[in-house]
């Protein structure tokens, strides 16, 4: 049986420490502003009864993807696997993913990537800190940044301007056999990411011994992130 992969989260064990952030922005070199995996807060009441809520979210892998439905090149696509990846070569930057994505997860590069490594040459400290293009030209980085890993996963691996992006599951570490960074970085064990045809598979019995949640059922999406053990 072809692999379904999906994630759950369990938000007893999330401690809102933004390590699964951090991975992904490090795995993936993504842009300030552009984050694949980002989280939610809210705050309820009023002291000293106060309730706050801590929900990560990222790309939901969509089993019936509003964003791959309306894409009209094919750039937004499914695999067999059930990753929603994107092609950033043939991505006309016409943004109707983003219009259709109700979680708010799609990203648009309006500008070329860390063109501020290339440009900006003031210092937060004069003489006394380098400016983001010394940095840059010390370091001998290629420009723009790019993500060897996506360029090995078969797409652009630079990003340009006027294309969208988003979460790819790491994909690309899926393939070698590794979870998502996102999963590997947290300190809490609090995500899990597996073959949901799996019946055995640690995502699957956790599945089976919880009433998990999605973000925005309403919208018949079928995500492939799942929610468990969420208080309230």
Request: contains cysteine; charged residues 25%.
């Amino acid at each position: 049986m072809t692999k379904k992969y999906g994630m759950v989260i369990d938000l007893h064990r999330c401690v809102g420490c933004g390590a699964c952030d951090l991975a992904c922005k490090s795995e993936n070199n993504t842009p300030v502003g552009i984050n694949w995996a980002s989280h939610t807060t809210e705050t309820y009441g009023v002291f000293p009864k106060v309730s706050y809520k801590h929900t990560p979210t990222l790309c939901n892998h969509c089993e019936d993807a509003p964003c791959v439905r309306v894409c009209p090149t094919h750039a937004m696509h499914k695999t067999d696997e059930g990753f929603v990846v994107h092609d950033p070569s043939i991505c006309i930057g016409c943004k109707s993913c983003m219009l259709a994505d109700p979680y708010g997860v799609i990203f648009f590069n309006k500008e070329h990537a860390f063109l501020d490594f290339a440009t900006d040459t003031s210092s937060a400290v004069k003489d006394g800190t380098f400016s983001k293009k010394e940095l840059s030209d010390k370091a001998k980085a290629p420009f723009p940044n790019f993500n060897a890993a996506r360029g090995a996963d078969g797409y652009e691996a630079v990003r340009r301007k006027g294309a969208v992006e988003k979460c790819s599951f790491c994909n690309h570490r899926v393939a070698k056999g590794l979870s998502p960074a996102c999963v590997v970085a947290c300190p809490a064990d609090a995500r899990i990411f597996g073959d949901l045809n799996d019946e055995k598979s640690k995502i699957a019995t956790t599945l089976r011994a919880h009433k998990p949640t999605v973000l925005l059922p309403e919208k018949g999406t079928n995500p492939k992130v799942f929610y468990i053990r969420e208080y309230n």
